[in-house]
Structure formats: structure tokens, C-alpha cells
């Protein structure tokens, strides 16, 4: 797997699945806010997700894939690169994946990291149930 | 007190044992991916997402008591009203266990479930994290 960002996105539109799929780089997954520093914001969660790569709950839970910590990896720096912004929180799940979670005024959208090249992107708008859901490659 | 073989009702709320890493100092505090069902392991969630009856417990912190001693600051706790639950179209099964009264799981929310459509979940996990948030009992107290 490649460390650089270059090729975010490159396979997405080859990778079938069962749900739509597009590019990372297609549109934008959230609104950019030039306004505030972005940096180091993405840098404290880039830390975070190497923390992660730490993290065993213990009780029973998988412990993320270390596919999944270096999928999470490569999609922060490509996400910090593009200056979208940060995700609110970067958590580790109890099934071997890492979400990047954006509670925005109109929306929650949370990337699911679920292995080196795959994430699975799932939006719901406020006063809707309606989740819109798609594939990228990473 | 009530006794768990009591039917739960609607006034009733219920506790949901939190792992740290699930809260953050920014808005909302609780991470949906809280009620995320756990898929694989020893403690797959598969007949529902794990809950206590708050009114079958001395505290809430009791339902620590499944929680190894030496991990239970590790675990946040926090509190969800049955009537969310109903307003969500889910149900609470008493399913008991030795350690602590007062055990139900939401059994809408299984892994199997959980595994074969993940994007209908995404709307029940964020309600409940957005009640949670506004009702934590405890939070963790290390990491």
C-alpha cells in the first residue's frame, strides 16, 4: 500500500459493491471552512488514529485491524491535503474498523475505515431518516 | 427497587455501559458508535444491544459490576428512557445474567442485523447518542 495520498480515490470507481460507489474526490464529503486552522486539528486526529492502533477494550471487542488503522491513516492525511473539514472525532469500533464522525448543523456523516484500501461513507440530514450511503477507495 | 422479572414499563430508564474511547470533550460527548453492536467475539451482541433497568439497580454504577475491577474506570455509564426506545420503534427483552439485576438487550439492534444493513442503523445510533450525551451518569475516569 502506497503511504502517500496521490492515489486516494484512484480505484474507487473500479471497486463494486452493494452500494454506490464514487471517488473521494468526486465532491466534497464536508464543507470546507477556511476560517479556522485546519492543520492541526487533522494532526491531533492523525494521532489519535495512531492511538488507536494502541487500543484493545478488553472485554471482548476486536481491536481495530491494523489494514483498517493504516486505511484511517492515509484517509486523515488526504483529508487534511484537501483542507475539508475535521472530522469531530476519530473512534475506534468494536468490530475491527475506525469511524471519522462529523456532527455538522444539518447532518451527521461518519466515514467507516474497514480496511487499508475501503471505507464506507454513511450521511443522514437532520429531520430525516433517509441515509445516503457510498464506497470509496482509499 | 423492582425486581427484574417485573415487566418493564414506560417510565423506565435503562443504562448503557460506555468504553472510553466512545467519549470526547467536544459536542455531542457520546459517539454513536457506542450502540454499535459488537459483530464477532465472545461477547457478540447477538440476540441485542446490551442495556441494564436502571430501577433494578441500588446505583447505576452497579452494572460495573460485569466489568473486570481493574477495567471498570475505563467505562462511562450513561442513561436512555424507554420511551426513546419506543419513539425509535425498538423494544427491551429481559435477557438476565448472574453478575447484575435488571440485564435487557434491544434485540432490533443484533449483530446479524447489524452486519447485513449498517446504514439502518445509523439513524438509532444517533438518537440514542444524542439522548445519552444528555443524560451521562458517569464518566470515564482514565484512559
Known amino acids: ?13 473500479t471497486r463494486l459493491d452493494a452500494y454506490p460507489t464514487r471517488a473521494l474526490d468526486s465532491s466534497s464529503l464536508t464543507a470546507v471552512d477556511h476560517s479556522v486552522p485546519l492543520l492541526p486539528t487533522w494532526g491531533k486526529l492523525i494521532d489519535s488514529v495512531l492511538d ?30 484537501r483542507q475539508e473539514r475535521p472530522a469531530d472525532r476519530v473512534v475506534p469500533s468494536v468490530n475491527g474498523t475506525v469511524y471519522f464522525e ?34 470509496i477507495g482509499l | 427497587m423492582k425486581a427484574e422479572t417485573d415487566p418493564i414499563t414506560e417510565d423506565e430508564w435503562l443504562i448503557r455501559i460506555v468504553h472510553f474511547d466512545k467519549f470526547t470533550g467536544r459536542v455531542p460527548p457520546v459517539s454513536p458508535n457506542a450502540f454499535e453492536p459488537r459483530v464477532k467475539g465472545e461477547h457478540a451482541d447477538t440476540t441485542g444491544l446490551s442495556l441494564f433497568r436502571e430501577a433494578c439497580l ?86
Open chain 1, 1 to 13: 500500500m502506497s503511504a502517500t495520498v496521490s492515489g486516494l480515490g484512484a480505484t474507487a470507481f
Open chain 2, 58 to 143: 441500588r446505583t447505576p454504577e452497579q452494572a460495573l459490576d460485569v466489568i473486570a475491577p481493574d477495567k471498570r474506570t475505563l467505562k462511562g455509564l450513561v442513561r436512555v428512557p424507554m420511551t426513546l426506545l419506543l419513539d425509535l420503534r425498538l423494544t427491551a427483552r429481559t435477557e438476565p445474567i448472574e453478575l447484575v439485576p435488571g440485564h435487557v438487550v434491544i434485540p432490533e439492534l443484533n449483530s446479524a442485523d447489524y452486519a447485513a444493513n449498517k446504514a439502518g442503523f445509523v439513524t438509532p445510533k444517533l438518537r440514542l447518542a444524542e439522548v445519552a450525551s444528555e443524560n451521562v451518569v458517569l464518566r470515564p475516569s482514565s484512559s
Open chain 1, 52 to 81: 488507536i492502533h494502541n487500543l484493545r477494550d478488553g472485554e471482548g471487542s476486536e481491536a481495530p485491524s491494523p489494514g483498517a488503522v493504516d486505511g484511517a491513516l492515509l484517509l486523515a492525511m488526504a483529508l487534511r491535503d
Open chain 1, 102 to 135: 462529523w456532527h455538522l448543523p444539518d447532518a451527521y456523516r461518519e466515514i467507516e475505515v474497514t480496511g487499508p484500501n475501503r471505507a464506507e461513507v454513511r450521511v443522514v440530514h437532520k429531520g430525516s431518516d433517509a441515509v445516503e450511503t457510498f464506497v
